[in-house]
């Protein structure tokens, strides 16, 4: 070991720890984020400005849904000076008591749901606070708060608002009752905010109306720069279930999380401890744990040692508990994945959306979770570049920080050369005509930064959106094959079809012989019954499906046809085909063709209109009452409509199986790298 | 507007909002970190074990510099069960005063740097209690830590820290003093954590091995869980030159930020506070800018109304400052660039290594920084996948999060096509067979999160990031088509050496003649003096460099031959050589052939041993005393060795004009795309 070569500097080093020591202070968390402004997400003007609409809308939201309201919510945007706008988010919400406003608006770290298990958009009491700060800093002018609540009281109420950054707490330099006109309740915000105004992918616009797909219970007005107003209207009167609070998950507890939970609770003994305070433990499973840990059940929970805690922990482990609750969380569910897609395909029309997948829920850290996936692909979506990502967390879109985020990091880990999309050395964003989309639904989204840009690569949730990729692109390889089939097998009908009249024609002129008819003589080279579909588009939300059925055997054959619709696209032209046999709820549709005689063909047609016409594709169509090897263009019915397409094919374990070589434990490495 | 479709629930909106009122609380720092354990880096076991190590180190080697003490720090892992470890990192800094100790180690957001503008590891007070708390909450046990200072006093302190984590405050369960043998000054902390050991890119060893490649003043010894000791020995007794701690910069600042320092300031007039709290502000400039902005210079700074601060600010803006003062940065500099990517090669032989580059200071937000860069190219560097990226800030090795990081997003932006590399649509990572390796040193690094694992994508940032990169690209592009050009000129020499003398040979057998003697007419062909350079490994360490001059000219040449070496590998084999001239102190030599006659060669050779030999290219030589127009393979001496070799042929402007399509606005939104 080296030792003498210390230089002293000025003083020794004795006196420099008492120097060090003198230095020594709190810093206030104000002050730590003025100081770390870009993990609040104001690290560039444009990211600004949308951090400052984005943080009010979802504190909208969120009081809205709270309050059973449909939200109704209004965003204007005005220009002050070149690079100073003023911002207001105007909301029908419940309002906010008066003396709760300074706290709420004027101090980081200050909310109600920040120890509640439950799904909701802001969650850390800082980011309209911390909006607040960043206004105040950048054009020294205070945020103007006006809320009002129903009831008795007609009053409402208005503050200016300051964050003093050197005790996080509010300023409020102007306090007043006024009458609000024509408002029953609900709340205003509006500060000016230093920022940069953009168009494209990342601008308020954008935002906005991904906002407004995944929540179409809402209506979001917004009045642009240049005085422009965009309403998009709500796509729905029915309001998302309304996620419920639980109780933690014993799951991926650490020691010290439940120490402390044992040192605050109110139950009496341990037992009553575990079954009382935490969600899925049975009386059952409370004793298994107890009696694995070789802990009393009877002792006081404050009582419990360290090792106590950590025999619990480690039984906790070992026994099998039901997975958490799931009506805590609100995903958004098959509609809304392929309405989501539609909007950004901006009337591009692809050839194919893969059927979206709603994982079953999970757990990381206690907090349940739910992963939903989808991808539409083909037809005009440009082919030269990397696939389109859109990415969205608790219904809000996230429109920064992919490259940091475990959505993309999924996205890079799938070997996508499996399912039929470029991708140089089978990692990283594929390439081709495709767009993925996955959303992520929890009580605790565990965002990378405060500014809610990306979620951390926790290995429970990448390996959750991997899983939902995979089953998604597996459905999309399914039609892409099931393409390719269709179109070898249709070539070779041509040839048959075509190819051998036209060669009988030939010979039979040529010998001079009458042309013979070769039906019955085709039908038995052929011997399938083949079923063609077709969709075609009629207008902007219009298409019309044509399903032919040619018999190319030599008996009568009856059989059912199936397809799945989009529900709210069918109208009455379904029904009026009597062929028709029933719908279910789920939009499965069925008819029958009876005693379709060798050589004779059989149509089926109908329309669907509305939004979600575009994404039915005609081919995934399904005969029963026939054995499916004869029939060609249509697979058999898989067992029973009652379970999904997919689920009945590939489990989690197929998946697992298929790709072995990408576990988690890969997947968490080299996704960081 | 819809309005009436209110669907109440449990109690009017009134009530909710009352309900909602009562639940809002402050939450603890410590409980925001503790739910968001991931912004602090502890997202996945192996990375939450390198966080262990790093914060701790980060904190002896800052401790170590302050006090201009040469650290020798000791990290210790073992392995207490099979994802339980125990971390004990020692240094000799020093020491801690004893009643800072609980503070220091168990309470967030409190340390001596917040404040301080200079470059130092650690800053926010987060890293060392954030770590002690994750240790607490995954083991249930405390942090054990021991100082020692020098003086009079020869008593040590030991004491076990826990952190409560609702009110963020040290619990201190063990206090004591004892005796420290053979210990003169220095801090130890032991705890135990949570981890996963993992061996590869990320590993502790790797993360320590690249440490200690930027700190070579730092002597590290690693103590693996197998039990096997790692010594990287110091590789100079040379501190690097310590950061001096700075006012802040006036360019950046925000209008809040202005107001807060002349609440706080202690200067009586505007003037005096404008010229006396901030660097740049001379007496010449503060009038300017008050003039500019109609404020009175003899006013109180608290009075100061927003209005004359945005004044202020504005002025400031408009007004030339020069950049902020550069002691307070400590860049790594060209050789500690080159070793460090020669780590990374781990024996592989590139072809060449660019000229690292260290960019002039600049300032984001108040805060200056620097930005280096240096690219290795070919060789046995793997050329089939995409280039690996090295990342440090402030001489702390990033390892997670490349996808998050400006340093990545900056390679991505730059369109290496240009330089020579494959890149897909001139956007992403380029493949092919290099490495690079960007630090960015400042006073304030913009991590993305508290794990300090990349750097925030400020647009000041990344430009200067893109510019250090291309700089570097066109010095690597360089040499890549002067290694083309060579390689050109030495198939058509060959050509007229071989072939001619061949055909010559062969025609005057067929006419029977003696072959006659080309060598003038070679010569006289060719009219150059070709200059061809080698060099060949001899060891691990140790190269031989041979220049053949060839004087393929009809007259007799004199020239000059410069080269600029490693200077710490040069040996003997330089000097003994009689046509050797002069080598200065950046290694810049000069050797001089006189009168070599045509079709005569001269041959200067050398040897180079030590770590940088490796680094050499012996192609980038360069002659004088001769009309460079003649000469073949090498470049004329540009003007003056005191300049150097890039920077008079690219300006920044050169550069940025070259590339205007990536300008800095682009770059930002595409950046984050």
Not at 55 to 61: H, Q, V
Not at 93 to 113: A, D, E, Q, T, W
Not at 323 to 340: R, V
Request: some cysteine.
């Amino acid at each position: 070991m080296h030792s003498g070569e210390r230089k002293v500097g000025n003083g020794s080093s004795g006196a420099i720890a008492h120097r060090l020591a003198a230095k020594q202070q709190e810093i206030s968390v104000t002050e730590f984020f003025e100081k770390n402004k870009h993990i609040l997400g104001f690290d560039s003007r444009s990211k600004s400005l949308i951090m400052g609409i984005k943080e009010a809308t979802d504190n909208a939201l969120d009081a809205c849904e709270e309050a059973d309201i449909p939200p109704e919510i209004t965003v204007t945007l005005e220009r002050m000076e070149d690079e100073v706008f003023c911002i207001c988010v105007e909301d029908n919400g419940p309002g906010i008591v008066h003396k709760m406003m300074p706290n709420v608006f004027g101090r980081l770290l200050y909310g109600s749901r920040f120890h509640a298990l439950r799904q909701s958009r802001g969650q850390q009491g800082i980011g309209i606070s911390a909006t607040v700060m960043y206004g105040n800093i950048t054009t020294g002018r205070p945020a103007r708060i006006m809320s009002k609540i129903e009831g008795d009281d007609a009053v409402s109420w208005r503050m200016d608002i300051f964050i003093d950054t050197k005790t996080n707490r509010p300023i409020v330099t102007n306090d007043e009752a006024f009458v609000w006109e024509g408002k029953d309740h609900g709340t205003s915000i509006r500060y000016y905010i230093k920022g940069r105004y953009i168009t494209g992918k990342q601008s308020v616009f954008e935002y906005l109306k991904n906002t407004a797909i995944v929540n179409p219970h809402a209506m979001i007005t917004y009045r642009d720069p240049d005085g422009k107003t965009f309403v998009f209207e709500r796509a729905t009167e029915t309001m998302p279930p309304k996620s419920k609070e639980i109780k933690p998950h014993p799951e991926g507890m650490e020691i010290g999380d439940l120490q402390k939970y044992a040192s605050a609770t109110q139950q009496k003994t341990v037992r009553a401890f575990l079954k009382n305070d935490f969600s899925r433990i049975t009386d059952r499973i409370a004793d298994e744990i107890l009696s694995r840990a070789g802990v009393s059940g009877e002792g006081k929970p404050p009582k419990l040692t360290r090792e106590d805690c950590k025999g619990i922990i480690d039984a906790i482990a070992a026994v099998k508990i039901m997975a958490p609750p799931t009506d805590c969380l609100s995903p958004i569910g098959e509609t809304l994945i392929k309405k989501g897609l539609m909007h950004v395909l901006e009337g591009l029309r692809p050839d194919y959306y893969a059927t979206p997948v709603t994982r079953a829920p999970k757990a990381a850290n206690g907090n349940p979770f739910v992963v939903e996936a989808g991808i539409v692909y083909g037809g005009d979506i440009p082919s030269d570049g990397p696939v389109a990502i859109l990415r969205f967390a608790n219904r809000v879109p996230l429109l920064y920080q992919q490259g940091a985020c475990a959505i993309t990091k999924a996205v890079e880990s799938v070997d996508w050369r499996r399912y039929g999309l470029e991708q140089r050395g089978g990692r990283g964003i594929p390439y081709g005509p495709a767009i993925i989309l996955v959303h992520i639904a929890s009580t605790k989204v565990p965002f990378t930064s405060e500014g809610k840009e990306a979620v951390a690569n926790l290995p429970e949730i990448q390996n959750e959106i991997c899983l939902a990729l995979r089953l998604c692109a597996r459905n999309l390889k399914g039609h892409l094959n099931k393409m390719e089939r269709k179109s070898k097998t249709e070539a070779k009908f041509r040839i048959v079809r075509e190819l051998l009249p036209d060669m009988a024609g030939k010979v039979s002129e040529m010998l001079d012989r009458p042309r013979p008819d070769l039906t019955g003589t085709i039908s038995k080279i052929m011997n399938v019954v083949w079923i063609d579909s077709r969709v075609k588009k009629e207008g902007k939300k219009k298409v019309s499906v044509l399903y032919t059925v040619y018999n190319y055997t030599t008996q009568e054959r009856t059989l059912r046809l199936h397809a799945k619709l989009p529900k709210e696209c069918v109208n009455l032209s379904l029904f009026t085909d009597d062929r028709f046999l029933d719908m279910n709820d789920e939009g499965k549709v069925s008819w029958e063709i009876s005693s379709l005689p060798p050589s004779r063909t059989a149509e089926i047609s109908f329309e669907l209109s509305g939004e979600l016409a575009d994404t039915f594709s005609p081919e995934d169509v399904y005969v029963s009452g026939i054995n499916p090897i004869i029939v060609m263009g249509a697979e058999g019915l898989p067992g029973d409509w009652g379970i999904k397409g997919l689920e009945i094919l590939e489990t989690d374990t197929d998946i697992e199986e298929e790709e072995q070589t990408e576990d988690t434990e890969e997947a968490e490495d080299l996704g960081d790298e």
